[in-house]
């Protein structure tokens, strides 16, 4: 077994691994595993996506002139954290700019996350400081991946997001992984957004016009998850497609700050629409809760 940290409180316990300072599991309180176990057909549980969300176009950032290689969702989610701080309900974990990461971001950071139990919620918050001396652009994303189905013997399709104010805004889509321009009919009807392998064809739903700050995923007879989130900006829902038009056994629940670049975006990396923008010795925080209800 890796070096994963177990949280407990009697409600809910979770474990996180230091590589990629990844949750890779999440139980009820009659153990009960409600997250994706990383099966070959997508081997991740919930990773960390920094400093990008999505994928640059031609995975090239471009800094004063300069190219540098980044693969989709920036390289947090591949690097080994080291340990701040383990307790019983708690954890918190550090990741520094060094040779490697500067081959491919050239900018100076510390980058936290930290995991906290509360009753019956799991919060994630995510830190990203500015440690050098120009502004820092950057992006964070979660990625959570949870059970679909929710229970034994539910269908699929009896599964809804339901959200917590009605999301009349359009979606946005990707091409290659890239952003398309054009807006695209939400699926979603009020506040409710059914759930069917369908509506993933064409890879994630985008809601980069969110106007909820939460999300109940629920079906009838199973346990309820809401996800909730501060300082995120957009929402991605997402699964894996099968060749056979199926999908995973896992639905992800996404909150964003920052996307995939749009598709005619060739431009410095600093002007990428959603990033964030952090001066010298400041620092931005975002967190997200998994709550069970």
């Known amino acids: 077994m890796m070096d994963r940290h177990v ?3 009697g409600y809910l316990s979770a474990a996180v691994k230091p590589d990629g300072a990844e949750l890779c599991s999440l139980r009820d309180a009659e153990g009960t595993e ?3 176990q990383a099966h070959a057909i997508w081997p991740r549980h919930a990773p960390v996506l920094f400093p990008i969300v999505g994928r640059l176009k031609d995975d090239t950032l471009l800094h004063r002139g300069r190219s540098y290689r ?13 340990w701040l701080n383990r307790t019983a309900t708690s954890c918190r974990l550090v990741l520094h700019d060094d040779g490697e990461t500067r081959a491919a971001y050239p900018f100076a950071f510390r980058f936290e996350v930290a995991f906290a139990l509360d009753d019956d919620a799991l919060e994630q918050t995510f830190t990203v400081v ?5 502004e820092l652009p950057a992006s964070v994303g979660a990625h959570p991946a949870f059970v679909w189905p929710l229970a034994e013997g539910v269908a699929k399709p009896a599964h809804v997001l339901a ?13 290659g992984g890239l952003l398309l321009q054009a807006a695209k009919p939400s699926p979603i009807r009020g506040d409710t957004l059914s759930l069917a392998p369908s509506l993933f064809a064409a890879d994630a739903l985008i809601l980069d016009q969110v106007a ?20 995120f900006q957009q929402l991605g829902i997402w699964t894996r497609m099968t060749a056979d038009d199926e999908c995973a056994d896992f639905l ?3 909150p964003w700050h920052g996307t995939a670049s749009p598709a005619d975006f060739a431009g410095e990396f600093r002007d990428k629409p959603g990033l964030m923008l952090i001066p010298p010795g400041e620092r931005r925080t975002l967190t997200m809760r998994i709550r069970l209800c």
């Open 34 to 36: 409600l997250l994706w």
């Open 70 to 82: 980044m693969t989709q969702h920036g390289f947090a989610r591949d690097r080994r954290f080291a």
């Open 212 to 231: 909820s700050r939460s999300v109940r995923y629920t079906a009838p007879g199973a346990e309820a998850i809401e996800v909730s989130w501060d300082g």
């Open 163 to 175: 959200f917590e104010q009605p999301e009349t805004g359009p979606i946005r889509q990707l091409e």
């Open 7 to 9: 949280l407990s409180n």
């Open 252 to 254: 992800c629940i996404e």
């Open 130 to 134: 500015n440690t050098g001396r120009e």
